[in-house]
């Protein structure tokens, strides 16, 4: 009993396998655009926050 269930589960997997493996090309293009989008948003924060930080300490040296 416990080979043919071994059986199944595997000729299970190697058909999702076979009919879907062509997805993995369509995830990976997905992913690396989002990749870019997510670096160049956390380049825009830190651009953000150094630029606000700076002006902050060169206001303060100005000022005293």
Not at 12 to 36: N, T
Not at 49 to 60: N, Q, T, V, Y
């Amino acid at each position: 009993v416990n080979f043919f269930g071994e059986f199944i589960w595997v000729a299970i997997l190697m058909a999702v396998g076979y009919f879907f493996g062509h997805l993995y090309q369509l995830v990976d293009e997905g992913l690396r655009v989002a990749f870019l989008v997510a670096v160049i948003v956390i380049m825009g924060f830190v651009t953000y926050g150094f630029s606000k930080a700076m002006k902050k300490r060169f206001s303060k040296k100005l000022n005293s």
